[in-house]
């Protein structure tokens, strides 16, 4: 291993793994506050809000998705093997199987002494944007593959307590320095013959970015699928928020069309605006499939549109069938259904925090982008065995 990249993980794992102060007791930082811990406590079925309405017939392709899944794993196998046997003309019959071979569960945090049983809920979707092979005229904002000098160094090889933790960099003579942030990217000229395709739409470019996905729509009439392939390893910083500190939006107001209202209002300050997050994304080309399902999760199957979520898996087992009681954005409407807990996220933290997929689209973006609710959830794990994290 170069002496370079080997003083660049032991400066970060030390700083990672620091845990002594100065001998001054006044130098040391203040005690971080208690980890939260998730909490599953046993449930009646009535006592889940909206689980005699819900159409969980309508959940149940998601479920099967799941289960391609979760039948190799013990707690699932026998409630898993029932599925594939059976295919519910209705919601009744749904119903049945899951109140059968599940019991359900709510899932509380824990910090110190306090509990919450409400989180935060938000939304996402897979936004469609139109492109080209070619830059043109039209199409001029690039989405590109990783690009072959970004380097990806697994902490977790050197110090197994940072197992999962990894810096991304790249070799400047030989020193491993960060690599390129977004207003950095165009002097990398590793990046050129990189792009996938061009869009039309530098915003609507991030946004896919944020999503992690997205779909394009080819002038040929072709739409191809692009998902996540790698990061340039910066933290990812909100444009909403920069609009709220420097005084353009008020509190509360950085929604996704009140961020394009501004942007379509200060077309020369875009750039600022999108070089204040400097984290950049690189995607893959895959097949688009079923038209009707969403990309890929965490989990590996297809989003099912308004029946998957992502969560935290380090609270919530990822695959699992999870009840979601919240409201549609911005109204007291009641949304209570059966999802699946089959994708993840690195904005969504926490045992009661959820991320709910409502699609591909406008309409889809027009929900996800004002969706900021409390919500409550439930846990349904499979009888004879105990729910835990993973």
Known sequence: MPKAMRALLTAAAGAAILAACALEPRSCPPAPPPAARVAFERAGWSELPGWQRDALDQSWPAFRASCGVLAHRAAFATACAAAQALSPASSVEARAFFERYFDAYRIVSETGRHRE???????????????????????????????????????????????????????????????????????????????IVWVHDALGAFFLEVQGSGRVRLPSGETIRLQYADQNGYPYRSIG??????????????????????????????????????????????????????????????????????????????????????????????????????????????????????????????????????????????????????
Request: no cysteine.
């Open 117 to 195: 049983a409400s989180g935060l809920i938000t939304g996402y979707f897979e936004p469609q944007l139109d492109g080209d092979r070619s830059p043109t005229a039209e199409f001029d904002t690039p989405l590109y593959a990783p690009p072959p000098d970004l380097l990806t160094i697994d902490l977790g090889a050197l110090y197994p307590e940072l197992r999962g933790k990894r810096l991304r960099g790249r070799l400047e003579g030989n020193r491993v320095v960060p690599y390129f942030s977004r207003a950095q990217l165009d002097r990398d000229p590793a990046l050129r013959g990189r792009e």
């Open 241 to 390: 928020r920069y609009l709220i500190e420097h005084g353009e939006l008020a509190a509360g107001q950085a929604t996704l069309p009140r961020i394009r209202a501004w942007a379509l209002a200060h077309r020369k300050r875009l750039p600022e605006l999108l070089d204040a997050n400097p984290s950049v994304v690189f995607f893959e080309e895959a097949p688009l499939g079923d038209p009707t399902l969403g990309p890929k999760g965490a989990l590996g199957v297809p989003l099912t549109p308004e029946r998957s979520i992502a969560i935290d898996p380090a609270f919530i087992p990822l695959g699992a069938p999870v009840f979601i009681a919240t409201t549609f954005p911005g109204s007291d409407v009641a949304l209570e259904r059966l999802v699946m807990a089959q994708d993840a996220g690195g904005a969504i933290r926490g045992p009661v925090r959820a991320d709910f997929f409502w699609g591909t689209g406008s309409a889809a973006a027009r929900e996800a982008g004002t969706m900021r609710e409390l919500g409550e959830l439930w846990l349904l794990w499979p009888k004879g065995s105990l729910p835990h994290a993973q």
